[in-house]
Structure formats: structure tokens, C-alpha cells
Nanobody, 124 residues
């Protein structure tokens, strides 16, 4: 059973930066796709970014393109989400997710394992 643990959330002013981490254990993730999603109060969970753990291919939601960067550290079994130029509308609980095939995916239903989430709050 794969386990995903997010960290790095917090309160930041608009224009600031945060880096989220997702520690993965329990599986060999080299053939997985890893994703970040977020969910704001009263809204559906939405895709943020995804990375192919093996070859590093990435894809991003239009709303975060050029501001957020997803990356992975194979040796540490950790996926990161670097978030720059944060906006109040980025406020949400951010979730890490794992998909057991390496093709990139953008829908929550395509992922098999989820972390508990970490809160990101951006003040104006």
C-alpha cells in the first residue's frame, strides 16, 4: 500500500513562495505518475501539476503555468511543488496523488493513492 505524506503548507502573502513536499513510501514509484491537486472550500478538487517519475515529463494546469514547478528526487522518493508568485486564489488544501501507470493524467479519478493534504493560504 503506497503512502503519501505532504508537508510545506502554510500562510504566505500574495506574491510570495512556498515549496510543498510529498514523501512517498510503500511502493516502487519509478513507473508511476505523481500529481498535485488542490481543493478550495465549496469547490471541486482540481488538477495542478503532474510528473512522470521515470522520465520527468510534466504537465500543468493553465492557472499555474509559469508560476508553479513540479519536480522529483528519486533518491529521496519525494515529489515537490515549488509555488511562486502566489495569489489569493491559490488558497486551498493541496493533495499529492499517485497513479500506478506513468502516463500523465489530470483527473482525480485516474489516481490510485492520495495523501491527507496540506493547507496553503495566500493573504492579499
Amino acid at each position: 500500500q503506497a503512502q503519501l505524506v505532504e508537508s510545506g503548507g502554510g500562510l504566505v502573502q500574495a506574491g510570495g513562495s512556498l515549496r510543498l513536499s510529498c514523501g512517498a513510501s510503500g511502493h516502487t514509484f519509478s513507473s508511476y505518475c505523481m500529481g498535485w491537486f488542490r481543493q478550495a472550500p465549496g469547490k471541486e478538487r482540481e488538477f495542478v501539476a503532474a510528473i512522470n517519475w521515470n522520465d520527468g515529463r510534466t504537465t500543468y494546469a493553465d492557472s499555474v503555468m509559469a508560476r508553479f514547478t513540479i519536480s522529483r528526487d528519486n533518491a529521496k522518493n519525494t515529489v515537490y511543488l515549488q509555488m511562486n508568485s502566489l495569489k489569493p486564489e491559490d488558497t486551498a488544501v493541496y493533495y499529492c496523488a499517485a497513479r500506478i501507470t506513468d502516463d500523465l493524467a489530470v483527473f482525480p479519478s485516474e489516481y490510485h493513492y492520495w495523501g491527507q493534504g496540506t493547507q496553503v493560504t495566500v493573504s492579499s
